[in-house]
């Protein structure tokens, strides 16, 4: 069976930083993208970043140059660097990739973890 593991999500005051990190474990033969979106409460849920397996990224509009993710495609985890916070940037952030298993090419979510961005 095949998950997604969050973690590195917390309080934070504005202007700070926080990493967050997914790692996937299972049968898996293959990740295509990995990504980080997230869901303020009464919104939608939204694209943060993602990156394909040969390296390249997409951000959302106007988190480039705050936000930066990375992968390690050895150990099948994707981080996501936070930095400037605002209080904007408070919800859940989720994880997601695109993964090979045995019965083919799924999408897959991880569990949430919480980002608050409060004084």
């Known amino acids: 069976q095949v998950q997604l593991v969050e973690s590195g999500g917390g309080l934070v005051q504005p202007g700070g930083s926080l990493r967050l990190s997914c790692a996937a474990s299972g049968i898996i033969f293959a990740i295509n993208d990995m990504g980080w979106y997230r869901q303020a409460p009464g919104k939608q849920r939204e694209l943060v970043a993602v990156i394909l397996s040969g390296g390249s990224t997409k951000y959302g509009d106007s988190l480039k140059g705050r936000f930066t993710i990375s992968r390690d495609n050895a150990k099948r985890t994707v981080s996501l660097h936070m930095n400037s916070l605002e209080p904007e940037d408070t919800a859940v952030y989720y994880c997601?990739?695109?993964?090979?298993?045995?019965?083919?090419?799924?999408?897959?979510w991880g569990q949430g973890t919480q980002v608050t961005v409060s004084s």
């Open positions: 997601n990739a695109e993964i090979l298993t045995g019965p083919g090419m799924h999408d897959y």
